[in-house]
T-cell receptor, first 115, second 116 residues
């Protein structure tokens, strides 16, 4: 069973640049989630997909953030015009749809550092 | 709104000691699910256990045990005979009837350090 895969593991960029992260979920999982985690905090929900449909976005997700899951498989999260406050770990998770009993399985995350 | 509180920010124990991590939750749902995750220094969140709101039986898995008490809205996690490899941040999480979006809430985590 291949787990959730995220690329890159680390991204260092200058303020104002655009960045894109990729997430490959567990193959049979139809739900995919993006979270942001800052130091000393639990993951905060950003957005989630069921298949290719983006069904919910957090108020944390500003206009500079966009996520896609074009074929219901992998997903990308793009941040435009990055700011210092965007520095964080970005986590992707996937789960089987249905009831809340299904655990979310997480990838290793992408650590973003803004210079 | 759903909320999870983990009052212990950091705990340090010496190897072989038992340690309990506290989790208190708030929800208005009658059906809900509770989870524990482990985040070792490598960063990946590892799923440990899930309980549903209708099953208050305690569970034991090796050195790990979980105590779910609806009366006090608590879902505590005990590690028996702790080991250095148990050092990690542990998160308690709460989900409503449908596991989606803002309905899945994590606590702030408890950092456990097990000293040799």
């Amino acid at each position: 069973d291949t787990g959730v895969s995220q690329n890159p593991r680390h991204k260092i960029t200058k303020r104002g640049q655009n960045v894109t992260f990729r997430c490959d979920p567990i193959s049979e999982h139809n739900r995919l989630y993006w979270y942001r985690q800052t130091l000393g905090q639990g993951p905060e929900f950003l957005t989630y997909f069921q298949n290719e449909a983006q069904l919910e976005k957090s108020r944390l997700l500003s206009d500079r953030f966009s996520a896609e899951r074009p074929k219901g498989s992998f997903s990308t999260l793009e941040i435009q015009r990055t700011e210092q406050g965007d520095s964080a770990m970005y986590l992707c998770a996937s789960s089987l749809g249905g009831t809340g009993s299904q655990p979310q399985h997480f990838g290793d995350g992408t650590r973003l550092s803004i210079l | 709104a759903q909320k999870v509180t983990q009052a212990q920010t950091e705990i340090s124990v010496v190897e072989k000691e038992d340690v309990t991590l506290d989790c208190v939750y708030e929800t208005r749902d009658t059906t809900y699910y509770l989870f524990w995750y482990k985040q070792p220094p490598s960063g990946e969140l590892v799923f440990l256990i899930r309980r549903n709101s209708f099953d208050e039986q305690n569970e034991i898995s090796g050195r790990y045990s979980w105590n779910f008490q609806k009366s006090t809205s608590s879902f505590n996690f005990t590690i028996t005979a702790s080991q250095v490899v148990d050092s990690a941040v542990y998160f308690c999480a709460l989900s409503g009837p449908d596991n989606y979006g803002q309905n899945f809430v994590f606590g702030p985590g408890t950092r456990l350090s097990v000293l040799p």
